[in-house]
């Protein structure tokens, strides 16, 4: 294994921090509710600054994060070589009912997802940690 003197931090433009976003299937919702920080891993999809997540009318998440700021974190490694990136979308959610036929995230878990929650992305950051 190479030693961790191999390994450089460097930061992510917003372009490469949603074209690798978009890469992948699952990104963790961050919120601050009632009983203080909440994180869930969801599906979600990413487009044009607007990540769209389903879930359940009776979830934490439709409850809760209705016209709050949140933050989306959607990130890959390799544990073999320690080497992966990270990416945090913040913005101001809303939540609303999926339309009959409208294009919505695939959900893994199984149920009711007639709600969609909407975020407004106005915040990219991202770091890489890559070999030098």
Aim: one cysteine or more; proline letters at 8%.
């Amino acid at each position: 294994m190479d030693e961790p003197t191999d390994r450089q931090l460097t930061d992510l433009d917003e372009a490469e921090c949603y074209r690798l976003a978009a890469t992948e299937p699952v990104g963790r919702l961050v919120w601050t509710g009632p009983d203080g920080p909440s994180v869930v891993p969801v599906n979600f999809t990413l487009e044009e600054g607007v990540v769209r997540v389903r879930t359940a009318a009776y979830s934490a998440l439709a409850q809760q994060c209705d016209d709050s700021r949140v933050a989306f974190e959607v990130d890959a490694y390799d544990p073999d070589s320690r080497l992966g990136w990270s990416v945090i979308l913040a913005g101001r959610a809303s939540v609303g009912f999926v339309e009959p036929g409208a294009p919505a995230p695939e959900v893994w878990p199984v149920g009711a997802k007639a709600v969609q929650l909407t975020i407004e992305v106005d915040k990219v950051t991202g770091r890489r940690l890559r070999q030098r």
